[in-house]
């Protein structure tokens, strides 16, 4: 019996959908390697003005407008830039002709979206710009348009025609702009050494926020932490370790360093002496594992898994600050 090793043809409308689909990415990766290699250092001139007026100022904004396609780019970019902590917010061109030009400042700077460069609606937020000194960043595939000219600097998007077959709607242009509008947000990012800790602020929920939670913010306070001394008979201790109810008690030293812990396992392995009457010092287990208050709550729980224990004291400067139980991890979505 002979095996045919060819894979059967593809149905014709699946190669046709095929074939249009690959044509856009290509096209418009194409794009985006052509602008790449087109960058020179107007795109820095751009993380100045920026940078001159938002970043330096308590109170300054990128304002993000466009018309229609280019303005869904728009409050994407804005979003962007908010998110890796450059303030801004978008102003639609429309609405801004009809008073909403009251909420660009002189703190401010302006990143005006159009192909073309001769979007109509923009006409009114290009003079605004050029009469109060609002520092002006175009995006757009013409520097000899009525936008281009106007700009301080014009980041300019790659002449490549559009991916639609009829080279009408908007494919190659927008994606090119949204791509450049993430340069500048991550290139701003990277120049003020935006952290993840900044991130999470700008993040709380979802499971970013939960990723970057740190063991301070879920821990039991000292206040809660069941502790005692070294010296502390066993039946005083065991007092201690039921009030709390973490199944665990701390031991510390004369300087209230945390020397040891004792758990329900330690209690099981000394049964057949007289434990009442021994010392937490001779029952503890020394060096117990430790966290930071500063680490991640992810790591914390991975800790925890790893050595099969259901909580973890919180030290700094070898002294217990908290405890942070698997159960507080989990009730946050930790994992």
């Known amino acids: 019996m002979t095996v045919s090793s060819s894979a059967a043809p593809l149905d014709p409308r699946v190669a046709s959908d095929l074939a249009a ?68 917010f978008f102003v639609h061109p429309g609405e801004a002709s009809h008073g909403d030009l009251g909420m660009i400042t002189r703190q401010d700077a302006l990143i005006l979206l159009s192909k073309s460069g001769e979007t109509a609606e923009l006409a009114d937020m290009i003079a605004y710009s050029r009469r109060f000194q609002i520092p002006l960043i175009a995006i757009t595939e013409r520097r000899d348009s009525a936008l281009g000219k106007a700009a301080d600097v014009v980041l300019a998007l790659p002449v490549n025609g559009e991916a639609c077959p009829l080279g009408l709607a908007p494919t190659t242009s927008t994606t090119a702009s949204l791509a450049i509008g993430d340069a500048i947000a991550v290139a701003l990012l990277e120049r003020r050494g935006f952290s993840a800790t900044d991130f999470k602020v ?89 966290v930071g208050p500063d680490s991640l709550a992810a790591e914390a729980l991975g800790i925890m898994n790893d050595r099969k224990i259901t909580s973890l004291f919180v030290v700094e400067n070898g002294k217990p600050v908290g405890l942070v139980h698997m159960h507080d991890c989990l009730r946050a979505g930790v994992s």
């Open 21 to 88: 689909a690959r044509h856009v990415l290509e096209a418009e990766a194409a794009a985006l390697t052509r602008m790449s290699a087109d960058l020179d250092a107007g795109f820095s001139r751009a993380l100045d003005l920026i940078e001159g007026r938002v970043v330096a100022s308590e109170h300054g904004r990128v304002i993000v407008s466009g018309m229609g396609k280019s303005g869904h780019i728009g409050r994407k970019i804005s979003a962007t830039l908010a998110s890796t902590g450059t303030p801004s």
């Open 202 to 290: 700008f993040h709380p929920g979802g499971k970013l926020g939960q990723r970057l939670l740190k063991v301070r913010e879920l821990m039991h306070g000292a206040a809660e932490v069941p502790l005692t001394g070294l010296a502390t008979r066993m039946s005083e201790a065991l007092i201690v370790m039921s009030a709390k109810s973490f199944g665990c008690v701390g031991i510390v030293d004369a300087d209230g360093r945390l020397a040891g812990i004792i758990t329900d396992g330690d209690l099981r392995r000394h049964m057949a002496g007289n434990l009442l009457e021994q010392t937490a010092g001779t029952v503890m287990t020394k060096g117990p594992l430790t």
